[in-house]
C-alpha cells in the first residue's frame, strides 16, 4: 500500500510556543490529505480537510486560527499549532488520498504531542 | 447519542478463539465501512471495507454489514496473539469510498489474544 510518512514523530513543547507538523506522501500523489487528533482512549476525530492549493475545510469546533494547515504540494501538508496549551496535548494523525489510491485514505505513524 | 459507538474493551481471549467486535451507527447516510487496526501509539492501517449490506472474507477476517440494523461487525477466526491490537471501525457517506471525505471512527475496542 501506499506510505505515509509524519514528522516528528514526538515533541514535546513549552506552552505559547508553535509546533509545526509534517505529513508526507512517500510514493504517491496526494490530492487530498486529513488531519486527526486522538485523545487517549478516544476515537480519532477529523479536524480538517486539505486539499492541495487550497484553503483547508474545517470541521465544526476546530479553531482555524489555531491549527493552521497548509497543503502547498502533491506530497505535503503541514499542520501548526500556534500558540499551544497543555490541553493541546495529543495524537495528532494525517491521512492521505489521492492517484491510484483515490479510494482509502492511507494514515500516517501519528504525531504526540506534549505541552508542557 | 455519538455517531459510531463501539465498545472499547479491553476484551480478551484465547488464542484460537473467534472474536467477534461491533459497532453500531446512526448516520443513515453512511456507504462504506471499514475496520482499522492500530498499535499503540501507531497511525491505522486499513484491514477490510465494504459498502453493502453481507458478508466479505479475506482470509481469517470477515466483515458484515447489516445496513437495516445499522451494525457493522468484524470476525476473526483462528485467532493469533499478533492479532492484539485496538480495532476501529470507520464510516464515510463518501459512495466511491473513503478517499473524498473524512471518517467517523469508532473509539476502538482494545483487542487482547491470550497465548
Known amino acids: 500500500g501506499a506510505v505515509v510518512s509524519q514528522h516528528p514523530s514526538r515533541v514535546i513543547c513549552k506552552s505559547g510556543t508553535s509546533v509545526k507538523i509534517e505529513c508526507r506522501s512517500l510514493d504517491f500523489q496526494a490530492t487530498t490529505m486529513f488531519w486527526y487528533r486522538q485523545f487517549p482512549k478516544q476515537s480519532l476525530m477529523l479536524m480538517a480537510t486539505s486539499n492541495e492549493g487550497s484553503k483547508a475545510t474545517y470541521e465544526q469546533g476546530v479553531e482555524k486560527d489555531k491549527f493552521l494547515i497548509n497543503h502547498a504540494s502533491l506530497t505535503l501538508s503541514t499542520l501548526t499549532v500556534t500558540s499551544a496549551h497543555p490541553e493541546d496535548s495529543s495524537f495528532y494523525i494525517c491521512s492521505a488520498t489521492g492517484g491510484a489510491a483515490y479510494n482509502e485514505q492511507f494514515f500516517g505513524p501519528g504525531t504526540r504531542l506534549t505541552v508542557l | 447519542q455519538k455517531e459510531v459507538e463501539q465498545d472499547p474493551g479491553p476484551l480478551s481471549v484465547p488464542e484460537g478463539a473467534i472474536v467477534s467486535l461491533n459497532c453500531t451507527y446512526s448516520?443513515?447516510?453512511?456507504?462504506?465501512f471499514m475496520w482499522y487496526r492500530q498499535y499503540s501509539r501507531k497511525g491505522p492501517e486499513l484491514l477490510m471495507y465494504?459498502?453493502?449490506?453481507g458478508n466479505k472474507e479475506d482470509g481469517r477476517f470477515t466483515a458484515q454489514v447489516d445496513k437495516s440494523s445499522k451494525y457493522i461487525s468484524l470476525f476473526i477466526r483462528d485467532s493469533q496473539p499478533s492479532d492484539s491490537a485496538t480495532y476501529l471501525c470507520?464510516?464515510?457517506?463518501?459512495?466511491?469510498?473513503?478517499?473524498?471525505?473524512?471518517?467517523?471512527f469508532g473509539k476502538g475496542t482494545h483487542l487482547i489474544i491470550q497465548p
Open positions: 448516520n443513515s447516510a453512511f456507504q462504506y
Open positions: 465494504t459498502y453493502s449490506s
Open positions: 470507520a464510516m464515510s457517506e463518501d459512495m466511491t469510498g473513503g478517499g473524498a471525505d473524512g471518517l467517523t
